[in-house]
């Protein structure tokens, strides 16, 4: 299923105007909390390289969907938080997400589709 919802959401973001979202895209941004994410915290989560976060970042902040602060907590740190333009996808991916639970719920019924959200929860945080 993720595969499947995974390239559905990026289509669908990609018609509604943000061809900057990819694959890659979807995989980072994922991982970043509606205020701010300590770079670190990004890495962590995601799975991907350091090294490949810090690309990600760069390209998004290019695009000026994301942006980079001083770390309020550590100052040696970087914090990335979304800018305007990124609230902005966000609240469209907020749309579109809802659609696609929504057909997904409709083609399995509500009572698999909540067995199965549970069942994806439990394997992202371990269990």
Do not use: C, N
């Not at 559905?8 to 509606?34: C, D, I, K, P």
């Not at 907020?94 to 067995?115: Q, S």
């Amino acid at each position: 299923m993720g595969r499947l919802w995974t390239g559905r959401f990026v289509e669908e973001m990609q018609a509604a105007g943000h061809g900057w979202f990819g694959l890659s895209q979807a995989q980072l941004l994922g991982h970043l909390a509606r205020g701010e994410t300590p770079q670190s915290d990004i890495v962590a989560r995601s799975g991907l390289t350091k090294q490949a976060v810090q690309q990600l970042i760069d390209e998004l902040a290019r695009e000026g969907i994301l942006e980079r602060a001083p770390d309020p907590v550590d100052r040696r740190a970087r914090v990335v938080r979304y800018t305007a333009k990124g609230a902005a996808a966000l609240a469209d991916a907020d749309k579109i997400k809802v659609r696609i639970e929504r057909e997904f719920r409709e083609r399995i019924g509500a009572d698999e589709f909540r067995t199965l959200k549970s069942i994806l929860v439990r394997l992202a945080e371990g269990g």
